[in-house]
C-alpha cells in the first residue's frame, strides 16, 4: 500500500479515542506516570488469551 497526500488526513475528537495511543496517553497524564510503562502495560494486556476486555490496574511503588 502507498501513501500520498490524499491519505493523510486530522483525525476528529471522536476518532481519536479509538486507539490505544490516546488512553495510553490519558492515563500517563492522569496518573502522573511515564508513558512507556503505560504503553508496556497496554501491550502486555493484548497478550492475554483470556482477555475479552482491556483493564488496567495502576499501581504506584
Do not use: N
Not at 479509538?18 to 508513558?35: K, R, S, T
Request: glycine share 2%; charged share 30%; net charge negative.
Amino acid at each position: 500500500m502507498t501513501y500520498d497526500a490524499k491519505s493523510i488526513r486530522i483525525l476528529r475528537e471522536d476518532e481519536i479515542k479509538q486507539f490505544d495511543w490516546h488512553w495510553a496517553e490519558e492515563l500517563a497524564h492522569e496518573h502522573v506516570l511515564p508513558l512507556d510503562w503505560v504503553k508496556r502495560g497496554f501491550e502486555a494486556s493484548r497478550w492475554s488469551p483470556e482477555a475479552t476486555t482491556c483493564h488496567f490496574l495502576l499501581v504506584r511503588v
